[in-house]
């Protein structure tokens, strides 16, 4: 990215007031910037080979960015095991119970309460739980990971650290419960005809009578597909609530523009991830081949011709598609309707006034209506909707033609670049322009990065999809009597079309949870009322020590409702819909 900016790159690694003229000269020499591209490419590789990192600029200056970093690590392993352990175990129980009992009771209710779960900001979910459990009830600490004065003994400080950790681990827990839930629902059918279609005759309609198997394969599948999110949902844990970790060192570096250390995590993370991700998909494969529950498809080729517009019509008549539906255009509706509904003008008045008939919500810390802010700020989380929904359904047509039509090295590509977003921590990367340009505050580019980045986790999800089908499409069409080029090829698209929308969707309710978390962060422009900022007001402004939850609770709230419109009209799509190609005999 900085071989693509003017100006001098030394600029960026060392900001004004950074350092001296010496250290910026030794920058250039020892990471080869007055050098060819492919020269400074190798000697870049060869610092991060041998630990050279390089050293922190701007927040412990000349100390090595590594040094820095790996005092940390151990808080944030530990939280990150911790939270995984809670999370991924009670998701992989309720869906062992689930799946004992498809379209029973207990199916219903994990599926909802997944549904449910997954929309809820990881920053609003950890500013209640401070403001409940430890402002109001005082049941917890406000923050820290121990005791100012711990105690003296092992065991005492054993209990300390589990005290002061309890919150921060239920919060990142929680933060990827629901797509844990989601996504061992859709690995295990989470219905009779969620993966309605057209078995392989050699696969035959046995199942195995043990579904421990089945449940440990998606629950695999499932570590290795939301990773790097909840690395991601880390830094928001660690800054609310002030644990010393590398997630916190994220925001310190970012606003004191330190790019070495920034950069270093940027790199410690992303190896982790992928080496996580490569041993869970290594773990999931093995288990793979022993799950005999597994459902092979015919792929478009050899199935009946589905008539989709009617099935995808019909879903979106369900009762779980048309409670998005109605949610989706009562947002929309809003968002039209502002000027209407709170005027043009937003006039300030004293600052953090309680609710009344003159301001509904009160005002925030400038003054400003909270009512009517919340309802001009629909409109920032709807763009980064619609940004991430054409993204990923177009990125999403490509992935399902690679995937399940050509197969091969097509395949393979795919598949790698799904995977190396996947990695991505999306919080630096998402940000990394404005900071770069100095545009702290910058929202297009925010949300861009928003967008290229919201499409990894349903399109991975359809993708292992696609790879049940035995036989590509492609191979199929060659051997098919009377097939004109390129007709196969149009079946495929048009059988995967319901599929790829409900991707497509899901990644739109992505994209606002990422866009309201940066928002928070308070990478938005101050002039364009968002809900992530309402909340950052009322944090900032201390409004909730103030003990006033509505400035936050009704930003929270419609953050939740605009996620879940999408993720409802995702599911609705998806589940009972004609599965690329197949359809009910």
């Known amino acids: 990215m900085l071989e693509v900016l003017p100006g001098d790159p030394t600029r960026v690694l060392v900001p004004r007031g950074g350092g001296s003229i010496n250290l910026r000269d030794a920058i250039i020499r020892d990471w080869g910037l007055d050098r060819p591209l492919l020269d400074r490419w190798a000697i870049f590789v060869g610092n991060i080979l041998t630990g050279n990192w390089g050293p922190s600029i701007t927040y412990r200056p000349g100390v090595p960015a590594l040094d820095v970093i790996l005092p940390r690590v151990v808080l944030t392993t530990t939280l990150l095991v911790a939270a995984g352990a809670v999370s991924f175990g009670l ?156 997630g916190s060192l994220v925001w310190r570096a970012i606003f004191a523009f330190d790019f070495f250390v920034l950069s270093a995590i940027f790199l410690l993370t992303a190896f982790i991830v992928a080496a996580w991700v490569t041993v869970a998909d290594a773990v999931h494969g093995g288990l793979g081949r022993l799950d005999a529950t597994r459902v092979r498809y015919r792929s478009a080729a050899t199935a009946a011709k589905p008539d989709w517009l009617p099935a995808l019509i019909a879903r979106l008549r369900s009762p779980v598609g048309l409670a998005g539906l109605v949610l989706l255009c009562l947002l929309l509706g809003m968002t039209v309707l502002a000027p209407v509904l709170v005027g043009t003008a937003l006039p300030r008045d004293t600052p953090l006034q309680p609710p009344s008939d003159r301001h509904l919500l009160g005002t925030d810390a400038s003054g400003l209506d909270n009512a009517a802010l919340l309802v001009y700020g629909g409109a920032e989380s709807l763009v980064a909707a619609a940004w991430s929904f054409n993204v990923a359904f177009a990125l999403g047509f490509v992935v399902a033609i690679a995937a399940g039509y050509v197969r091969g090295k097509a395949a393979s590509i795919s598949a790698f670049a799904n995977d190396f977003i996947l990695m991505i921590p999306w919080i630096p990367f998402a940000i990394l322009p404005a900071v770069i340009l100095g545009g702290v505050g910058s929202a297009e580019s925010s949300t861009l990065g928003v967008a290229l980045l919201a499409w990894a986790i349903p399109t991975r999800s359809l993708r292992l999809r696609l790879e049940t089908v035995s036989r590509p499409a492609a191979e199929e069409d060659r051997e098919k009597p009377g097939q004109r080029k390129g007709e196969g090829l149009l079946d495929f698209v048009e059988a995967s079309l319901p599929q790829v929308l409900s991707a497509a969707l899901f990644a739109a309710s992505i994209g606002i949870l990422m866009n309201a978390g940066l928002a928070f962060l308070g990478f938005a422009y101050a002039t364009i009322p968002s809900w992530g900022s309402q909340i950052r007001s009322s944090y900032v402004s201390l409004a909730l020590v103030r003990g006033q939850w509505w400035a936050f609770l009704a930003p929270a709230l419609m953050i939740w409702l605009s996620a879940l419109s999408f993720g409802l009209l995702s599911h609705g799509l998806g589940h009972d819909s004609p599965s690329f190609g197949a359809r009910n005999a």
């Open 91 to 246: 998701a992989g129980l309720l869906a062992w119970g689930a799946n004992h009992r498809k379209g029973g009771s207990m199916d219903r209710v994990v599926g909802g309460l997944a549904l449910a779960a997954y929309p809820v900001p990881v920053f609003a979910l950890s500013l209640a739980l401070l403001f409940v459990l430890a402002l109001q009830l005082e049941w917890f600490p406000i923050g820290g990971d121990r005791s100012i004065v711990p105690p003296s003994d092992f065991l005492g400080q054993i209990a300390d650290r589990i005290y002061h950790g309890f919150l921060p681990v239920i919060a990142l827990a929680a933060a990827s419960f629901g797509f844990v839930s989601l996504s061992l629902r859709e690995g295990l059918g989470g219905s009779r005809t969620s993966r309605a279609g057209y078995r392989d005759e050699d696969a035959g309609s046995s199942r195995s009578p043990d579904g421990n198997i089945s449940v440990s394969t998606s629950l695999v599948g499932a570590v290795a597909l939301f990773a790097g999110w909840m690395v991601a949902a880390d830094a928001f844990v660690e800054l609310l609530f002030n644990l010393d970790g590398v």
